[in-house]
């Protein structure tokens, strides 16, 4: 039996267990359809976001602060394997060297797609731009919703759970991090 054959006879297993019919219509596909979706939202597994990164590096000599904010994100938590939805803020002070813009909402969906904990996604977010961009230091704040919190467990829909990650200047200096925190929270700089 290959992978997708035992991924697909599990999820059949897991329908019987739950009290449903395997064989009724409406779920004759559904273990195909569910190895399918598995395998898109954990396919950060096979990407390295380093090397994502890596592909756009760009010579500069900007010092000032660059913040990508509101990257959505789609994640899975590793307790429960239900929905983390969330949005990461990501800046950094280069230091030379520059990123292709597009480059930090890849990098965080290659981290979000894997079976995560919140804080760290949120540090190995941090921790890629810094080893790859190499810059002056990173920040990055991320917040979501779990899941497991609202649709079960402790059922606190109104939750957000909070985390972030400084690196170099951003953790040494109190003014670049107050600048990110406000450019973060700043509503002109709300989507227009
Ligand atoms: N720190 C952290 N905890 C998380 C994250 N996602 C889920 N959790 C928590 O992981 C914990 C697992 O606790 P357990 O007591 O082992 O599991 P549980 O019985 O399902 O816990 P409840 O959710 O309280 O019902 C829970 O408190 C979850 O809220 C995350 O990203 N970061
Ligand atoms: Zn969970």
């Known amino acids: 039996m290959d992978r997708k054959e035992e991924f697909v006879k599990a999820v059949k297993t897991i329908l019987e267990i739950i009290g449903e019919d395997p064989k009724r219509e409406g779920l004759l596909k559904t273990p195909e359809r569910v190895y399918k979706a598995f395998l898109h939202l954990t396919e950060g597994y096979h990407k390295d976001p380093k090397e994502v990164l890596g592909e756009a ?10 913040l990508v904010r509101d990257i959505e994100f789609y994640s899975l938590c590793e307790h429960h394997l239900l929905p983390i939805i969330g949005r990461a803020h990501v800046a950094y002070i280069p230091d030379g060297k520059v990123v292709g813009l597009s480059k930090i909402p890849r990098m965080v969906n290659v981290y979000a797609r894997r079976l995560q904990i919140q804080e760290q996604m949120t540090e190995q977010i941090a921790d890629a731009l ?63």
């Open 57 to 66: 590096l760009f010579t500069s000599t900007n010092d000032e602060m660059v």
């Open 130 to 192: 810094m080893e790859t961009v190499k810059p002056k230091g990173v920040g990055v704040v991320v917040q979501a919703r779990h899941m497991c919190m609202e649709m079960r467990g402790v059922e606190k829909i109104c939750s957000t759970t909070v985390s972030s990650a400084l690196r170099g200047i951003f953790k040494e200096n109190i003014k670049t991090r107050e600048e990110f925190f406000s450019l973060i929270n700043a509503p002109q700089n709300r989507r227009f």
